[in-house]
């Protein structure tokens, strides 16, 4: 766990945030003789978010593409890992607390900066706006990306967004908005699609937070998945962005999707959820539950039961579906556990007496 960075103090002066922060990193470095990742692929990312693992949490890179030092990115709401380690926003966010002074202070240095994302927006296009990512707190906001049903459109210091491009419903996507100091570029999967004037210039940033999946506030919740997401205090070329969007596509290539079914059945036993207080220092827990399968409805399944496991407490709350009364009749879609290495340092309540070969999971919220 990295040490709590400075909070923001609009009179405390940047060289004192700045041995704040160096202080956090010598005292808690992340492997600096680790080679280059494959991606970020371009160096100098004053935050990289590789994947969310625990073990491997987002990172800066130094100038040469080395590790530098980690920081930890919490859900919020709903928000969920998904089986590669993405990011799922369907209710929920992430906020990257104690990298948001680090990345401010990089920005404040350049007064330039590049946005990247892999992006995969909800299959059904969005009604209203919805904030991919955002740089703010309570007293304002430096950046964010947005959608609506338009597409997507980048926010400035506040100012009125401009457009850049429509991605494709439920279609993977790698968006890179370069801010050099008179002007912005925006690239598609590495190729540059619009571009315009900056007459302010690129605005430094403060030293604010960086939340994933809605605006700080938790306001304007974006619906999708969101990967490959990093932040550079430096407007990238138009070959390093091509470079970017080829070693994203590396990453994601090969991934095979989960064994789903989807039956329809009833509820015939549910392990009891603990009580809050018996599960901290976890804040969200699941809990296994066995449907009768009365209708196979997608994929194959020949036992006449199913054991599943859905989330029962998120963030200190306990859900609705953790008092569901038995013989409950619905429909679900669950792909297999061991399909799912996120979950393998999550709490759960087994069934008692449950030897059950396999198990499933149900990431929708029922």
């Known amino acids: 766990m990295t040490p709590a960075l400075p909070r923001k103090n609009p009179g405390a002066p940047l060289s004192a945030l700045a041995l704040g922060l160096w202080l956090g990193m010598a ?8 080679p280059a990742p494959e991606w970020p692929r371009v160096p100098g990312a004053a935050f990289a978010l590789r994947n ?29 890992l998904g089986r590669f380690h993405e990011l ?22 350049s007064g330039a900066f590049t946005l990247e994302a892999t992006l995969t927006p909800a299959a059904v296009p969005p009604k209203s706006l919805g904030v991919v990512l955002a740089y703010g707190d309570d007293t304002g906001e430096d950046a964010a990306l947005l959608q609506d ?3 997507l459109s980048l926010r400035l210091a506040g100012a009125q967004p401009f ?4 991605p494709a419903a439920g279609t993977p996507v790698h968006v890179l908005i370069a801010c050099a100091k008179d002007q912005w570029v925006a690239y598609r999967d590495g190729r540059p699609v619009k571009t315009g004037p900056l007459a302010a210039g690129a605005s430094a940033w403060g030293t604010r937070q960086l939340v994933m999946g809605a605006a700080w506030s938790g306001a304007d919740p974006w619906r999708g998945r969101l990967e490959a997401l990093a932040v550079f205090p430096r407007a990238l070329t138009a070959e390093e962005a091509a470079e970017e969007a080829a070693a994203s596509r590396a990453v994601q290539a090969g991934r095979q999707p989960a064994t ?14 603990s009580d809050l207080e018996k599960i901290r220092p976890y804040t969200r827990s699941l809990t296994a539950a066995e449907y009768q ?10 036992q006449p039961t199913i054991t599943v496991l859905h989330w029962m407490i998120m963030d ?7 008092d569901r009364k038995l013989g409950t009749a619905l429909e679900l879609s669950v792909e297999r556990v061991d399909q799912h290495p996120q979950l393998e340092d999550c709490r759960r309540d087994e069934l008692e007496g449950d030897l059950a070969a396999e198990l499933f999971y149900c990431e929708a919220d029922l």
């Open 52 to 80: 969310a693992k625990v073990t491997t949490p987002v990172l800066a890179f130094d100038a040469k593409g080395r590790e530098l030092m980690a920081f930890n990115c919490a859900p919020r709401g709903r928000g969920l």
């Open 316 to 322: 200190s709350k306990r859900l609705p579906l953790a």
């Open 149 to 151: 049903q338009g597409g």
């Open 260 to 273: 789903t079914i989807r039956f329809r059945g009833t509820l015939v036993r549910q392990a009891t959820t």
């Open 163 to 166: 457009a850049l491009f429509a």
């Open 27 to 34: 005292l808690h470095p992340a492997a600096a003789a680790a």
């Open 88 to 109: 799922v926003c369907d209710g929920g966010s992430f906020h990257a607390r104690e990298a948001g002074p680090w990345i401010g202070l990089q920005v404040a240095k």
């Open 293 to 302: 399968v009365e209708k196979v409805l997608a994929g194959e399944w020949n």
